[in-house]
Structures are given as structure tokens and as C-alpha cells.
């Protein structure tokens, strides 16, 4: 029973480790599905920019971002062939030791019925000698012939005993070549998703190995306008300023507003209830906020940025790009109020919504579906995204700010690693 009960512990442990593993495969899984939807967009989108012969830095941008892409991929890849390969030596080690208790249980049966033939043998050849009932009564005093007694049923129990013993030991010995199979069988599987895998990383290193090339074959032709990319440059940090410009002059008409309301209630300066949830249920949402865009993918991230082409220009980013479909409808991340309407040249229309003390700026808009003052909720369509035909190029910038301090939007919405 101690044998039986080593065994069961034993195979409990390799369930639960095949458990967690399991759930950590699955997790690597949603990570990797999540990952190849990525790049089967951005891959979407530059064949549909591909025509344009320019290859823009637009186009740079996305192929970049494929390429991270890609590397992730192969990660999530070697994370999930080296847990496959752990979990193939686990399963080996568990069919060696499985195989050991098996030989060992076929010797300790074989025993069992050794020791059971001999025992019966006996039986018989003393039965012809003797019956049980006048070994009883033969003995020399009542003591004796209850000994007797005693003796024979003992006898009895001891070849009972060793019965189930066989019949135990045999059921023992099935079981574990019923565990044995269903490992093997779990080895096999095991070592057909590696092949799988292995497979898919060295296809996965050939795109990658294939997109950079692309990539710098791009640069190398782009880095030969340098004097374009310098003004085109100088053009971009103009409408950036010019766009933040005007949103700390609409966020500062904001919080004058809210102080003169304040100053008439002899208040004080504060928010009022209504804007003080508002404010704080965005940001009891962070992480969690929707995409302005329904469909989109990151090309250009929160801070400093390196030049895609020129290494040593750096450029400040007040938010994030998001590179989208034509005609793409833009919504609001969260329940607010349109503050602004306005127009940056060269970067279409933009839209500034308030959430209290926070604030979602959406620039980059041809058409604007809602007007100052509209009281909107989350998800709710406020413009479509403008093209900027010549580069092909369908991006929206999006900010966040609290107050006067901008904010990392990818860490805002959800899922915008």
C-alpha cells in the first residue's frame, strides 16, 4: 500500500506540473496570436502602400514596426520551444521511472505467484496426508486443538491475503502501463509542436533577415534627401508647437473657466463634483482606456525619438502615432466634453476633449462629427482620420495631458505595449 500511495504522490506532482506548464503555454499562445494579427496588419498596411515608389518615411515607420514585430514573435518562439523542451525531458524522465516501476512491479508479481504456487502445493500434498477436521480433534487437550484452530483460519487468511495481493499487484501493473502509454503518446505530441516551432523560428528569422534588408535598402536611398528630410523635419516641429501651442492655451482657457465658476460660488478654485469623479474614474482606468482607433497599430511612441534615416537628429514626441486604414473612424477614450475644435496646417483638424482634470487631444482628422460643448461617451465617433495623399500616409496623433503636464498615452490605453 506505501508502494501504491509513492506512486500516486509521484504522478499528482507530474500532473501539477504539467498543469503549469500547460498555463503558462497558454498565455505564450494569446501572446503570439495577439503578435501575428499585429503583423498581419502592419503587413496589410505596406502592401497597400507599396505601390508608392517614394517609400515614404511613413512607410519606413511601419516597416519598423513589422520588424519588432517579428522579433517579438521569435521571443514568444524560443520562450515556447525552451519550455516544450523542458516539459519533453520531464515527460522522458517520467516514462523512464515509469518503465523502472513497471519492471518492478512485474518482478514483485511474479514473486507473489511463486510464493502462492508453492503455498497451494503444499496445500494439496499435505491434504492427502491429513484432514483439517482431525487435526482438530487428534490434538492432546482443548489448548492444543483451539491452537489448532487458530492456526488453520490464519492459514486461510495468509492464502486470501496473498490472493488480492496478486489480483492488487496486477490491477497496479495495468495501471501504470495505461500511464505509461498516454506519456508516451504525450512525448509524441510534445516533440511534434517542437518540430513545429523550430520550423516556424527559422521562417520567422528568414522574413526578419528579409524585412531588414528591405528596411536598409530604404534607408540607404532616403538618406541621399537628406536636405528634403531636414525641412521636412523643421516643417513637423513647427505644426508640433504649434499644436501644443494651442492646447495649453485651450487647457489654460479651461482652468480659467473653472476658477471664475469657483470664484462666483466663493469657492475657491476646484473642480466641481461632477469633474472631480470624471477625473478620478479616468484615471482609476489606466491601462484599461479604448484606442481612439478601432484598428490601428504604434509607429511612432511617447518622448524622444530617434530620426528613422539620420542617426544623429532626435526629435520629442507629445504623444503617440497611430497608423491606420483610410477613412478610419476616430472615438473618444473616455466620456467627456468637446472643448476645441481647431485646424493645424498640414496636419488636418484636431479635436481636444475634457475629462476633468485630464485631457485627450485627437489630431490628424479630415472630417469632425461633433461640436464644442457635445457631451460624449466613451467609444463615441467624433471624426475620420485624414490621408495625406502624397505619402500615402493615414496616421492620427493622440496625447494625453493632466493639466499642463503631458502624458504617455501608450500607458493609458489598453494593451498598448
Given at each position: 500500500?506505501?508502494?501504491?500511495?509513492?506512486?500516486?504522490?509521484?504522478?499528482?506532482?507530474?500532473?501539477?506540473?504539467?498543469?503549469?506548464?500547460?498555463?503558462?503555454?497558454?498565455?505564450?499562445?494569446?501572446?503570439?496570436?495577439?503578435?501575428?494579427?499585429?503583423?498581419?496588419?502592419?503587413?496589410?498596411?505596406?502592401?497597400?502602400?507599396?505601390?508608392?515608389?517614394?517609400?515614404?518615411?511613413?512607410?519606413?515607420?511601419?516597416?519598423?514596426?513589422?520588424?519588432?514585430?517579428?522579433?517579438r514573435l521569435l521571443q514568444t518562439l524560443n520562450i515556447e520551444i525552451s519550455l516544450?523542451?523542458?516539459?519533453?525531458?520531464?515527460?522522458?524522465?517520467?516514462?523512464?521511472?515509469?518503465?523502472?516501476?513497471?519492471?518492478?512491479?512485474?518482478?514483485?508479481?511474479?514473486?507473489?505467484?511463486?510464493?502462492?504456487?508453492?503455498?497451494?502445493?503444499?496445500?494439496?500434498?499435505?491434504?492427502?496426508?491429513?484432514?483439517?477436521?482431525?487435526?482438530?480433534?487428534?490434538?492432546?487437550?482443548?489448548?492444543?486443538?483451539?491452537?489448532?484452530?487458530?492456526?488453520?483460519?490464519?492459514?486461510?487468511?495468509?492464502?486470501?491475503?496473498?490472493?488480492?495481493?496478486?489480483?492488487?499487484?496486477?490491477?497496479?501493473?495495468?495501471?501504470?502501463?495505461?500511464?505509461?502509454?498516454?506519456?508516451?503518446?504525450?512525448?509524441?505530441?510534445?516533440?511534434?509542436?517542437?518540430?513545429?516551432?523550430?520550423?516556424?523560428?527559422?521562417?520567422?528569422?528568414?522574413?526578419?533577415?528579409?524585412?531588414?534588408?528591405?528596411?536598409?535598402?530604404?534607408?540607404?536611398?532616403?538618406?541621399?534627401?537628406?536636405?528634403?528630410?531636414?525641412?521636412?523635419?523643421k516643417a513637423k516641429q513647427k505644426r508640433a508647437k504649434a499644436l501644443d501651442d494651442?492646447?495649453?492655451?485651450?487647457?489654460?482657457?479651461?482652468?480659467?473657466?473653472?476658477?471664475?465658476?469657483?470664484?462666483?460660488?466663493?469657492?475657491?478654485?476646484?473642480?466641481?463634483?461632477?469633474?472631480?469623479?470624471?477625473?478620478?474614474?479616468?484615471?482609476?482606468?489606466?491601462?484599461?482606456?479604448?484606442?481612439?482607433?478601432?484598428?490601428?497599430?504604434?509607429?511612432?511612441?511617447?518622448?524622444?525619438?530617434?530620426?528613422?534615416?539620420?542617426?544623429?537628429?532626435?526629435?520629442?514626441?507629445?504623444?503617440?502615432?497611430?497608423?491606420?486604414?483610410?477613412?478610419?473612424?476616430?472615438?473618444?477614450?473616455?466620456?467627456?466634453?468637446?472643448?476645441?475644435?481647431?485646424?493645424?496646417?498640414?496636419?488636418?483638424?484636431?479635436?481636444?476633449?475634457?475629462?476633468?482634470?485630464?485631457?485627450?487631444?485627437?489630431?490628424?482628422?479630415?472630417?469632425?462629427?461633433?461640436?464644442?460643448?457635445?457631451?460624449?461617451?466613451?467609444?463615441?465617433?467624433?471624426?475620420?482620420?485624414?490621408?495625406?495623399?502624397?505619402?500615402?500616409?493615414?496616421?492620427?496623433?493622440?496625447?494625453?495631458?493632466?493639466?499642463?503636464?503631458?502624458?504617455?498615452?501608450?500607458?493609458?490605453?489598453?494593451?498598448?505595449?
Amino acid at each position: 500500500m506505501l508502494r501504491l500511495n509513492k506512486y500516486t504522490l509521484f504522478f499528482i506532482g507530474v500532473l501539477l506540473s504539467f498543469s503549469a506548464f500547460s498555463q503558462t503555454k497558454e498565455e505564450l499562445k494569446k501572446q503570439k496570436s495577439s503578435i501575428e494579427k499585429e503583423i498581419s496588419y502592419t503587413t496589410d498596411l505596406l502592401n497597400k502602400t507599396k505601390a508608392n515608389k517614394t517609400k515614404s518615411l511613413s512607410y519606413l515607420k511601419v516597416l519598423d514596426k513589422q520588424i519588432n514585430n517579428k522579433e517579438r514573435l521569435l521571443q514568444t518562439l524560443n520562450i515556447e520551444i525552451s519550455l516544450l523542451n523542458k516539459q519533453i525531458r520531464k515527460t522522458e524522465k517520467s516514462i523512464i521511472n515509469t518503465g523502472q516501476s513497471i519492471v518492478a512491479e512485474q518482478d514483485n508479481l511474479q514473486l507473489l505467484k511463486s510464493e502462492y504456487a508453492k503455498m497451494i502445493f503444499a496445500c494439496f500434498k499435505k491434504k492427502g496426508n491429513r484432514n483439517d477436521l482431525i487435526f482438530i480433534i487428534s490434538a492432546e487437550d482443548f489448548n492444543q486443538a483451539y491452537k489448532r484452530i487458530i492456526y488453520l483460519k490464519q492459514y486461510a487468511s495468509f492464502r486470501k491475503n496473498q490472493a488480492e495481493k496478486i489480483t492488487e499487484s496486477q490491477k497496479e501493473l495495468e495501471r501504470k502501463k495505461i500511464d505509461l502509454n498516454a506519456q508516451k503518446k504525450q512525448l509524441i505530441s510534445e516533440s511534434a509542436s517542437k518540430k513545429e516551432l523550430v520550423g516556424a523560428k527559422k521562417n520567422e528569422l528568414n522574413t526578419i533577415s528579409d524585412t531588414k534588408q528591405e528596411k536598409q535598402a530604404l534607408v540607404n536611398k532616403l538618406s541621399k534627401s537628406e536636405r528634403l528630410f531636414k525641412k521636412q523635419l523643421k516643417a513637423k516641429q513647427k505644426r508640433a508647437k504649434a499644436l501644443d501651442d494651442e492646447i495649453r492655451k485651450i487647457i489654460e482657457e479651461e482652468i480659467r473657466k473653472a476658477r471664475e465658476e469657483a470664484e462666483k460660488k466663493n469657492k475657491g478654485f476646484s473642480l466641481t463634483p461632477e469633474a472631480m469623479a470624471l477625473s478620478s474614474e479616468f484615471n482609476n482606468n489606466k491601462g484599461k482606456l479604448p484606442w481612439p482607433l478601432a484598428k490601428g497599430v504604434i509607429v511612432q511612441g511617447y518622448g524622444k525619438q530617434k530620426h528613422a534615416v539620420f542617426a544623429g537628429i532626435e526629435t520629442f514626441n507629445n504623444g503617440i502615432d497611430i497608423a491606420t486604414d483610410k477613412n478610419t473612424n476616430v472615438r473618444a477614450i473616455f466620456d467627456g466634453t468637446v472643448s476645441r475644435i481647431f485646424f493645424i496646417k498640414g496636419e488636418g483638424k484636431a479635436i481636444l476633449m475634457n475629462h476633468g482634470e485630464y485631457f485627450s487631444v485627437y489630431s490628424g482628422l479630415k472630417e469632425v462629427s461633433v461640436k464644442v460643448g457635445d457631451k460624449l461617451l466613451a467609444k463615441e465617433k467624433i471624426g475620420v482620420v485624414f490621408t495625406q495623399e502624397m505619402e500615402e500616409k493615414t496616421e492620427l496623433h493622440f496625447e494625453i495631458w493632466k493639466g499642463y503636464d503631458k502624458h504617455d498615452p501608450s500607458k493609458w490605453l489598453y494593451k498598448a505595449y
